[in-house]
Nanobody, 116 residues
Framework: QVRLVESGGGLVHPGGSLRLSCAAS????????LRWYRQAPGKQRELVAD???????NYSDSVKGRFTISRDNAKNTMYLQMNSLKPEDTAVYYC??????????WGQGTQVTVSS
């Protein structure tokens, strides 16, 4: 069993930065893809960014050039560096470690609020 613990959310002014962390405990040997999702009030959960085991990254168009996903294999931790934040980035951010339908784990979510 894998447990994911997120941290780093909070309140920030437009144009500011935050770094989210997602630390995994347990064996993640079957995990092939690490993802960040977000869900704003009244909206569906959307994929923000992902990173594969070989380091290939993908971003949604709405965050490309502003957000950076990374991972530290030694610490079993994934990060999301968020720069130039906008009010429309306000959402609950969730991390996801995916290996298959059986090996699919979620964090508890962390609130990010961008407001002046």
């Amino acid at each position: 069993q894998v447990r994911l613990v997120e941290s780093g959310g909070g309140l920030v002014h437009p144009g500011g930065s935050l770094r989210l962390s997602c630390a995994a405990s347990g064996s993640i040997s079957r995990i092939v893809l690490l993802r960040w999702y977000r869900q704003a009030p009244g909206k569906q959960r959307e994929l923000v960014a992902d990173i594969s085991t070989n380091g290939i990254t993908n971003y949604s168009d709405s965050v490309k050039g502003r957000f950076t996903i990374s991972r530290d294999n030694a610490k079993n931790t994934m990060y999301l560096q968020m720069n130039s934040l906008k009010p429309e980035d306000t959402a609950v951010y969730y991390c996801n470690f995916y290996g298959s339908a059986t090996y699919n784990y979620w964090g508890q979510g962390t609130q990010v609020t961008v407001s002046s």
